[in-house]
């Protein structure tokens, strides 16, 4: 199986989180922090100004790392770390 790195970022502002909903109708409907995969060896911190600016128009300054998730699932080809 390929992996696929990918990286994003938590946006607070004002005690509030900033948080992206992806929706298909009948299949799925749920929300996530902006992020999103890594263009082959970019930088995570670069992948995460990116997919922030992409998906919702913010520039970021990247602070400390917050965690890490690993997820492996065979079905999908997916695997997060």
């Known amino acids: 199986m ?3 790195i990918g990286a994003g970022v938590i946006v607070e502002h ?3 989180v900033l948080m992206v909903r992806h929706c298909k109708p009948e299949v799925y ?5 902006p992020g999103g995969g890594a263009i082959d060896d970019e930088p995570l911190a670069d992948a995460a100004r990116r997919e922030a600016w992409e998906e919702c128009g913010l520039r970021v300054e990247i602070g400390p790392l917050a965690y890490i998730e690993e ?7 997916e ?3």
């Open 71 to 77: 997820f492996a699932s065979p079905q999908t080809r």
């Open 79 to 81: 695997c997060k770390f």
């Open 14 to 16: 004002e005690g509030r």
């Open 2 to 4: 390929q992996h696929r």
């Open 29 to 33: 409907d749920f929300w996530v922090a």
